[in-house]
């Protein structure tokens, strides 16, 4: 049986890569450490993206964990061009899985970059995994456990976030088990 926790990062200043915590964000990221207490992890994946690797570094830190980070949990590029309506972009691309704009990525390619990702961990030696992602990214993360994930689920994700996917033989489970409490 293999555990999954798809982490959506905690509070950040901003949307770009090199984007820190702001001080909620890093209270966030400590109390990773007390919500994972008693959770068996063996291994730690992030996106690059730097408040991605800073939200899971002091619990991997704590557990003598590396940080592996993977570019396939990068935060999909809705646009390389500042929208106004950007919102109204970000709902069609789950309306339509192929919708892309200008220099973007559609969600059916971040979705394919994501299950990539799942199909890597699922032939992997490790039975207790955590995928630190993105909004976007971790919708389409647990879409491809559960294809009820969509635009509403993603509107719906807090900062940080957690979910537990539980799979092996039979269907996967997936249950949010994040506590808003910080």
């Keep these: 049986m293999k555990n999954l926790y798809i ?23 400590q109390s990773l450490l007390k919500f994972f207490e008693g959770r068996k992890i063996d291994t730690v ?9 800073k939200t899971i570094e002091p619990l991997a830190n704590k557990r003598g ?13 809705l ?5 106004d309506d950007w919102m109204i972009h970000l709902q069609k691309s789950f309306e339509d899985f192929d919708y892309v704009l200008d220099g973007g990525e559609s969600n ?5 970059r ?9 032939i992997s030696g490790h039975d207790n995994i955590i995928a630190v992602s993105h909004g976007n990214l971790a ?13 509403k689920e993603l509107m719906e994700l807090s900062n940080p976030d957690v ?3 539980r799979f092996g033989t039979g269907e996967p489970s997936v249950n949010r088990i994040w506590n808003d409490g910080v």
């Design 114 to 122: 994501a299950s990539s990702f799942i199909e890597d961990i699922i």
């Design 139 to 151: 919708t389409l993360l647990l879409n491809y456990f559960d294809d009820r994930f969509g635009y």
């Design 65 to 77: 964990l590396s940080v592996i980070q993977d570019e396939r949990l990068a935060e999909r590029i």
């Design 7 to 29: 982490v959506r990062h905690a509070k950040a200043e901003g949307q770009p890569p090199e984007a820190r915590l702001t001080k909620l964000g890093e209270k966030q990221a």
């Design 163 to 165: 979910f537990h996917i």
């Design 45 to 53: 994946y992030s996106s690059p993206f730097l408040r991605a690797v």
């Design 79 to 83: 646009s390389v061009i500042n929208l």
């Design 108 to 112: 059916r390619a971040a979705y394919e």
